[in-house]
């Protein structure tokens, strides 16, 4: 997962929650919604049986900044130098915010539906270097192990194939990580080549999904699978 880039195209946002039902549940219809209660209900995206996936708005800046800080998220995704909450807050604003308004998505804060409890975020990023969009995800450590990066990853994508009308998702990710690559394998993206993906200064493995994805590896109830950004 990388940050957001300057745009290239443009799309209106959406800011409309969609539930995605795990295997064998009921309809989207009939799910009665967590999301969108409490805190910035307006900017709900997604809801899965576990999380709720929104807009990442300034009131989140203690969160990103911690999240920004562990020492996971700066050995494989990068150091962006947020080194403070009001770093977080600007950086929230020139970042994910700018990509909701430019492209009409982006990475998207990722709650506990039961408690609204910040785990990590997930969604797409859209850069100039890369024809099509592609799928991110970093998760605080203390919630790693238990599927939550799965779950969301695989919501997202099925938003993506499906509202956002994508054709093509693509993933990138250090050789190093190997939880961020099983995750992308089980996702059902499968390795491309290797590539230089600014703003990093080393080749990353580049990864590409299709809406023919396995249908094997898209169950959001399948067993947990080690989280990592």
């Not at 929230?92 to 430019?102: D, N, P, W």
């Amino acid at each position: 997962m990388k940050d957001a880039t300057e745009p290239n195209q443009s799309s209106e946002p959406t800011t409309t929650a969609v539930t995605i039902p795990a295997a064998q549940e009921v309809a989207p219809a009939a799910v009665m919604s967590l999301c969108n209660v409490g805190q910035n209900p307006s900017m709900a995206i997604i809801e899965t049986r576990r999380l709720c996936l929104r807009e990442v708005g300034t009131d989140d800046a203690e969160f990103i900044f911690l999240l920004m800080n562990e020492p996971a998220y700066i050995q494989h995704i990068g150091d962006r130098g947020v080194r403070t909450v009001e770093k977080a807050r600007s950086y929230i604003a020139e970042k994910f915010a700018s990509s909701y308004s430019k492209f009409g998505f982006g990475l998207y804060l990722v709650e506990l539906k039961s408690s609204r409890v910040p785990v990590g975020i997930c969604g797409f990023v859209r850069r100039d270097s890369l024809e099509h969009p592609d799928v991110g995800f970093a998760f605080a450590r203390k919630y790693w192990s238990q599927g939550f990066a799965y779950e969301a990853a695989n919501a997202m994508l099925e938003y993506g194939f499906g509202q956002l009308g994508f054709e093509m998702v693509l993933g990138v990710t250090s050789p190093s990580n190997n939880a961020s690559i099983r995750l992308l394998e089980k996702l059902g993206l499968r390795y491309l080549k290797m590539a230089r993906v600014p703003p990093n200064d080393s080749d990353s493995m580049l990864f590409s999904a299709d809406t023919k994805r396995p249908n094997s590896e898209r169950s959001a109830s399948q067993q947990p699978t080690p989280d990592a950004g």
